[in-house]
Each structure stands twice: as C-alpha cells, then as structure tokens.
C-alpha cells in the first residue's frame, strides 16, 4: 500500500449477508495481522449499519487471538441499541470457527453542548524539521539493526515523522512517551467524517507501545520482546481531516507483569484535539536473550 486509496481498498469491507462484512488483510511487516486494520474494518462495518446520520463518538476493544494474514475476516455486526440519542453496536470478528476480535462502538446524534480542551505541547519541532521513516531507511537503512531495518523498508500509506531521532544502537533508558507526526500519502479531499475516523483508527495502533518500551531501552527492543495489542479504546471529539499533518503524543503511565499501558491524545497541527487513544499491550521479555 503507498496511498489513501490503497488504505480505503483494505478498510472498506464486502457485504455479504445482513450486517455480515467480509475484509481481507495487508502486513506491515509483522507476520500477524496488524490490529490496527482489524479495529478499522471492525468501525467500518459497525458504520455501515448506522441509518440515521449519527457520529461515532466511542469505540472499545479486545484483540483475543492473532489474526491469520492469508484467511479472510468475517465481520458480524450486532444492533444493540438505537436510542434517543445514542445507537450501540457490537462487532464479532472471526476467521473460520475461531473468533479473534470483539469490539463495542457508540453512535451519538449531533448536539451542541460545553467545549474545552487540554492543550497542544509547546516548542514542539515542526514536521518540516524532521525526518521521516522513509528518511530514516535511506539515511540510515545500512547502519540499522536488521529488524528494524526491514520494519522501515515497508511501503505505506502514512508517512510518519518522530519529532525525537533516538539511535536504536544507543542502549539507554528514556521518558516513557513519544510524539510523531504523521500525514496521509495520495488525495485525501473528499473524505466524509465516518472514513476519516476509520483511517484515524487504522494509524492509531501504530507507535502507541512505543512508549511503554522507552522507560526500558537500555535492555528491552522490538527484537528481544514480545509484543501484541491486548486492548485498545478511542474516543473521537472533534472534526478533522487530512490535508495537513496531524500529531500523535502519547505516554506511559505504567508497565507491570509484562503488559504497558498507553494513553495518547491526536492534535491538529493548530492545536485542535480531536481524538483520545488507551491501549494495554503485551510487552513479553523473550527469555535467555543476550
């Protein structure tokens, strides 16, 4: 995949029965499913069955088996509830007999209410300033481990940009967060609220464990660890969309009995919030590594 066409090819799923989707899969590079497609296509099947002009506003989730990247996934989508207000819904997602994922999602109608927010960090570098992954692989690519070589080799639609270079061959220990920004690659005009937030969620399971690493550099990487996402909730505040770069800050508040929590807030490049992500994932010592 190299642009938002490719992505919005992956995430729009089939209809093949009554709220029944059925989605294929793309790596990133990891011999699983990357959970951040499963928890897009789960959203946009869940939104496919919303008829009355209502916004996702929330959506929570379990990753329970690891998804087969050469298996097709089904995608059941249960209405829980249409109310006044709020309309609910439940997706299953399975591949054969084995259900690998469930998600709950709330829809809200539009209303006018209070307003505020946290604010955006100060004297953050600018994208411009940095480089990218893709600057990274052709400046460094020789010089790089051979895993995380490989890792920025892929091709994507995003195109993301730390707002800190770290040397992955410098063994210290650092703050348990991480800022990147990121944009889409190929034209994103035209894009309604509902597949924009699917995109969004897509590109929020990406660099989130990060953070829950960092507090451990000095003897922990994406080599000697086993990492997967247990959990992952989102809540979307605000309209948005793509044609500028958008910042992903996010920190660790905690690691414990080989699980790290992360939170992270996405900003407008002005500032303006407009989701929030939590996530636990699994971050296993490889035993006997030296």
Known sequence: MTTVNDLLKLLVLEKIGDNEFNGVSKTI????????????????????????????????????????LELPITYNVSIVRDGGSFSVRRVTAHQKET????????????????????????????????????????????????????????????????????NPLDKKDLPPNYDVWFKLKGDVKGLDLATKQQILTYISDYNILTATLNPHASKAHWGNTITASLDHSMWFFREFDFSDWLLYTMESPSAS????????????????????????????PIKNDK
């Open 29 to 68: 590079g990891s011999p699983i499913v990357f959970g951040g497609q499963v928890l897009a296509q789960a959203i946009n099947a869940a939104s496919r069955t919303i008829t009355n002009q209502r916004v996702l506003h929330s959506m929570h989730a379990y990753f329970l088996e690891a998804g087969d």
């Open 99 to 166: 259900t690998i994922f469930i998600l709950s999602a709330s829809f809200h109608k539009k209303e006018a209410g209070y307003n505020h927010q946290i604010e955006l960090k100060p004297n953050l570098k600018q994208p411009e300033e940095l480089l990218s992954w893709t600057d990274m692989y052709e400046k460094y690519g020789e010089n790089l481990p051979k895993g995380i070589k490989s890792f920025l080799s892929i091709e994507r639609p995003i195109e993301f940009k730390p707002t800190t270079f770290v």
């Open 257 to 284: 009995s080989a699980r790290g929590f992360a939170r992270g807030n996405i900003f407008t490049r002005d500032g303006k919030l407009i989701a929030t992500v939590a996530q636990e994932g699994l971050i296993r």
